[in-house]
């Protein structure tokens, strides 16, 4: 019996050839040096911020040659169902503004190539696992689980290389007349690849990232197809596809560089072009004294779903990853402020190969500048998007009078160095509550300096009788805070204060933390001149009276 029976047996309705489908997807007409690439994640129900590391890096890839950049998702080992996981990959992508230029969603296909989902691609895989039986790369291997599970107990005993390979490839010396006899009495069955790899050889190949790489030839026969549902392991599948999608670059995480050496041999027996591989070094975090993978089970910050949920403006999260991606992106940014990380001139050789500290604190850095630059009317916009979906609330108080919350957005903003606050939209409840009577509630305050109940009432109400005035400019009020000040005995002078403190009941600026606390509470705030200003005589008395 020839391969070419034995292939047609197993895959009787399988009518399209190879070559069939190198006409449905050609070749595709960019320009030279154009990239294509792909971001291929499994659908497990969400995304890591390793995810978004790839992402990014196709996106930047194809974008600064002039190529495409596509989304496929990878669900051949995937037994959930997955257009939740799907609609939470399209949700990083939108809100990234890392958006494909082809992809599916929802079976909306766009793009020339698709289907983009694997498990959709059944019949793609069957005509090339088919050819691979032809030419004499693949066999169907009976072993079951159990046969398996002892060859590799045996493997262990002996300290031999696991693997089904050389003696231990009970199937892959059958006639193909065995073979056709246990298809037709009905045992199940998997097929894998026939390796003609040899582990004494070296197989070499250039990294993008880590640069020339070598490694041991793969000599073990991969399952290439599940007897489960008939799909293509994902080894099979991203051959299959990159080819026929066209990819010219693969990016993905370090944890696939061992499978590199099988997936050189995969595109050699086919006879198709080898795509160029970025393997991007994994995310690291500092816990203590130890660097260790950021991990989705300890880290809350490794999902995506965090920086969404808090409102991370997404630019701060691709610009920290920027940091991350290129050494040299921050003396870039450093010299280029305000353009976007779209200029940047990204050099895949300058990609770091051990590993990248991820580190939240300088995300909340990078985001506080970032949001330190909006002007209020797009600080307003944002925090009324994220809060209509995250705190309803909240919304409903900063909406009721838009303009009023702007001027509370605006204190100390639009101006040339402007006030650190947020990090992220969820901030910034936590900093202004206290400007709106609905949420308004006074907090307990542990009054250092000035202690006594009855003189922080006399400091108040001396202040509003005599001083306060609504019409005031900001340098009249401070030099009116300053004369009340002295008014009671404090210091309105620090030098002065700290040569002789004996001589004052205290400073300037207990005076203003009286009037500070009395109003919101809270020692530390914006500018109290505007706040004052925007709560207005009624509701600082109000609040003073309540005190
Ligand atoms: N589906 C694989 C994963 O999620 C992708 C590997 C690749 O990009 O080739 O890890």
């Not at 599970?149 to 002996?158: H, N, P």
């Not at 009970?170 to 009905?186: H, M």
């Not at 403190?501 to 600026?509: C, D, H, I, L, T």
Request: glycine share 4%; net charge negative.
């Amino acid at each position: 019996m020839t391969d070419k029976e034995l292939a047609d047996l197993i895959f009787p309705n399988v009518t399209k050839s190879v070559e069939d489908y190198e006409k449905i997807y050609p070749k595709r007409n960019l320009s030279e040096g154009a990239r294509v690439t792909r971001f291929a994640p499994s659908p497990t129900g969400f995304v890591h911020i390793g995810n978004l590391l790839q992402a990014l890096t196709d996106f930047l890839l194809a974008r600064n040659s002039g190529g495409v950049y596509y989304l496929r998702n990878e669900d051949t080992d995937t037994k959930r169902e997955v257009n939740e996981a799907v609609d939470k990959i399209m949700e990083t992508l939108n809100y990234t503004n890392l958006v494909p230029d082809e992809y599916e969603y929802r079976g909306e296909i766009v793009g020339n190539y698709g289907p983009y989902v694997q498990s959709e691609r059944k019949e793609i895989y069957h005509a090339f696992i088919k050819h691979a039986i032809e030419i004499g790369r693949a066999y169907p291997c009976f072993c079951s689980a159990e046969e398996l599970d002892v060859m590799r107990k045996k493997q262990e005993a002996k300290k031999a290389q696991p693997g089904y390979y050389g003696a231990w490839a009970k199937c892959r010396d059958l006639t193909n007349e065995e073979r056709a006899e246990r298809i037709k009495n009905g045992e199940s069955y998997v097929i894998r690849f026939k390796s003609m790899g040899n582990p004494n050889r070296k197989v070499k190949y250039n990294d993008l990232v880590t640069g020339l790489i070598e490694f041991p030839e793969n000599n073990n026969d991969m399952v290439i197809m599940k007897s489960s549902d008939l799909l293509p392991t994902y080894h099979f599948a991203h051959l299959v596809d990159d080819h026929l999608m066209r990819t010219t670059h693969v990016v993905r995480g370090q944890e696939w560089l061992p499978s590199v050496p099988l997936h050189i041999e995969l595109f050699q027996a086919f006879g198709f072009e080898q795509p160029d591989y970025i393997h991007n070094s994994l995310l690291l975090k500092q816990d203590g004294d130890v660097r260790r993978k950021i991990s989705k089970r300890k880290d809350p910050e490794a999902l995506m779903s965090y920086y969404i949920e808090k409102g991370y403006p997404s630019i701060s999260v691709i610009e920290s990853l920027m940091t991350i991606l290129n050494s040299n992106y921050e003396e870039w940014r450093d010299e280029h402020p305000d353009v976007s990380f779209l200029e940047f001139p990204f050099n895949p050789a300058k990609v770091g190969t051990t590993g990248a500290l991820y580190d939240l604190e300088k995300l909340d850095n990078i985001s506080k500048n970032i949001i330190s630059k909006m002007t209020k009317e797009e600080v307003y916009e944002e925090l009324s998007k994220y809060t209509e979906v995250y705190d309803k609330d909240f919304y409903e108080i900063i909406t009721a009078n838009p303009d009023y919350t702007k001027s509370i957005l605006n204190i100390e903003r639009e101006q040339e160095k402007p006030r650190k606050d947020y990090a992220c939209w969820m901030d910034v409840k936590e900093s202004i509550w206290y400007m709106f009577d609905k949420l308004y509630k006074p907090e307990s305050f542990e009054w250092k300096n000035v202690v006594d109940k009855e003189e922080i009432k006399n400091i108040l109400n001396t202040y509003m009788e005599k001083y306060y005035d609504e019409s005031d400019d900001k340098d009249t009020w401070f030099n009116k805070v300053k004369e009340l000040t002295k008014e009671l005995g404090y210091a309105d002078n620090m030098k002065e204060y700290k040569a002789n403190p004996e001589n004052y009941k205290g400073n300037v600026s207990d005076i203003s933390t009286v009037i500070r606390v009395a109003v919101t509470s809270k020692s530390q705030t914006p500018d109290l001149y505007f706040i004052l200003k925007l709560l207005g005589k009624k509701r600082i008395i109000e609040r003073i009276n309540n005190l």
